[in-house]
């Protein structure tokens, strides 16, 4: 969730067009109050977490965790809250066009001015934050040593505030800043052509599309070197990871190793294409869990690539898009006529942050569950021969045995007979070895498995409808009808809206 709404700053700065007049000096009260809240959000958070951390060996610690880190998710919602705040309604935008003229708003100079005040406080809750954290992993030492684990000493501040700044900030601030620089560049090389006036419009959108294209081309390149990754070195692991990868029909660039300085017990994949695709795994990731766990985490990165995820997020985006165009320009107008010219940047922020809290959080959950499914799968298979009780007999309705049509078919995941993740039910081995793999996530990251992810779950419900998937061999196969729909209701969608925004 911290990357979405770092994201959400970003877009509440750019979704304000500019007019060329010069602004109304601000108010020196306003800024105060704008910048105050932020310091005082800061120092509250710090002021409790260092008084958890000595409070580690409290009967109630972990209860006490529990209410600061949920203080801490309300602290990181506030942050981009009250960014909206400050420029709709104190001065923010017109203290930054101060400084540099209007029109120069919304290109990367503005961008980084205009965000760094909230980015700032971003930063700061990570002071907030620390002595809590280095408590905590402190007093898991004695668990790792009774496990016959390595121990590595808790990073100091600065190690642990550049692992959050590239992971959090800089994985998204530097491709985000790149598309705009190269708008940019763009709108300066058209201002030079002779274009007509009325294309104005035109070619500033493709100028976003085509600088927003080539970042997302080359941006696992640039995404790899930002986290400190290496190519993950040839050992047994590795070749089982590759015939993973080859059994499947995977096809990618490299594993990489991602070194965190071992802090972080995480994967991920990058990149659409297959030559600028990379998965990669963390140093604790690799350090503190068997090669069969590792090799069902792996399994869930795989997933993502089998199902297009990453293809589907682009539709989705491009479905708010055009939401936001429509209802949202709706809802705009509406607010206009009764606040005047806030009301349309109120409505933007309010509309922007609801369809990615609603609608954005309930798709990438649903991905998430996917790729749960089709790592548990892929293990089931690889925990068991293969046999006629693997496949059951399954009552499916026509609709899931039905050849996607030729729009559905460029999207829809089309079923790989040779792939064990697509062509079997979730059983127990494999629904046990994946929750096995997720309750070690969880242990080795200090997380606890009932806390909650907007963007994945609590570890805990994903463990859970694992294991009911695996007590009902059919219910996998709703499981799956069910994600056909979703994709289904995303293209209904996108050609619904389609349709409107052409008529209109």
Not at 363 to 373: G, K, L, P, W, Y
Not at 431 to 458: D, E, K, Q
Not at 480 to 493: C, E, G, N, P, Q
């Given at each position: ?58 009967w ?9 880190n ?26 930054v ?137 040839d050992?047994?692991?590795r ?40 998965i ?18 792996f ?163 994903r ?6 998937l ?10 799956d ?24």
């Amino acid at each position: 969730m911290s990357r979405i709404l770092i994201l959400i700053l970003f877009m509440l700065w750019l979704a304000w067009d500019p007019t060329p007049s010069a602004p109304a000096a601000p108010a020196a009260i306003p800024l105060t109050v704008f910048f105050g809240f932020y310091l005082l959000l800061v120092l509250t958070t710090g002021v409790w977490g260092r008084y958890l951390a000595r409070r580690v060996a409290a009967w109630n610690f972990h209860a006490s965790l529990h209410r600061f880190n949920i203080m801490m998710e309300v602290a990181r919602i506030m942050i981009p809250v009250w960014f909206a705040v400050g420029l709709y309604f104190l001065g923010w935008r017109s203290a930054v066009a101060n400084v540099l003229r209007p029109q120069f708003l919304p290109t990367a100079l503005g961008v980084i001015l205009g965000t760094l005040p909230a980015l700032a406080a971003w930063m700061g809750l990570w002071w907030s934050q620390y002595p809590a954290d280095r408590a905590l992993r402190e007093q898991s030492l004695l668990a790792l040593i009774d496990a016959d684990l390595p121990l590595h000493a808790p990073p100091r501040f600065w190690a642990y505030f550049l692992s959050n700044l590239r992971l959090q900030v800089l994985f998204l601030a530097i491709p985000l800043l790149l598309i705009v620089l190269g708008h940019d560049l763009l709108t300066l090389l058209a201002n030079a052509l002779p274009l007509p006036d009325r294309a104005a419009d035109l070619t500033d959108a493709a100028a976003w599309l085509l600088s927003a294209g080539g970042v997302f081309l080359f941006a696992p390149e640039i995404l790899r070197r930002v986290l400190h990754t290496e190519p993950l070195p040839d050992s047994s692991l590795r070749r089982r990871l590759d015939a993973l990868c080859h059994r499947t029909g995977i096809r990618y660039r490299d594993i990489l190793l991602w070194k965190t300085d071992h802090n972080l017990g995480n994967a991920a994949v990058m990149g659409f294409f297959p030559r600028l695709r990379y998965i990669l795994l963390s140093d604790l990731l690799l350090e503190r869990m068997p090669d069969e766990e590792i090799e069902a985490v792996f399994a869930h990165e795989v997933g993502h690539i089998v199902h297009r995820h990453m293809l589907w997020y682009f539709a989705f985006v491009g479905l708010l898009a055009m939401i936001n165009i429509g209802p949202g320009r709706w809802l705009g107008d509406l607010l206009t006529r009764h606040l005047g010219e806030r009301g349309e940047f109120l409505s933007l922020s309010l509309f922007m942050i609801a369809k990615f809290v609603i609608l954005f959080g309930f798709i990438s959950r649903q991905f998430e569950r996917q790729a749960d499914v089709y790592a548990a799968r892929t293990m089931q298979k690889l925990q068991t021969p293969p046999s006629i009780a693997d496949a059951p007999a399954l009552n499916l309705p026509l609709f899931a045995a039905a050849a996607p049509g030729p729009v559905a078919s460029m999207l829809l995941p089309a079923p790989i007979i040779a792939d064990p993740g697509q062509s079997s039910f979730v059983g127990p081995a494999g629904a046990a070895l994946f929750a096995s793999a997720l309750r070690r996530v969880a242990i080795i990251n200090n997380i606890p498995i009932a806390a909650r992810s907007w963007c994945h779950g609590s570890i805990a419900k994903r463990m859970q409808f694992i294991h009911s998937l695996s007590r009902d061999p059919n219910s996998t196969a709703r499981f799956d009808i069910l994600m056909r729909w979703l994709y289904s209701a995303i293209i209904l969608a996108l050609i619904v809206s389609g349709t409107i925004l052409a008529l209109s």
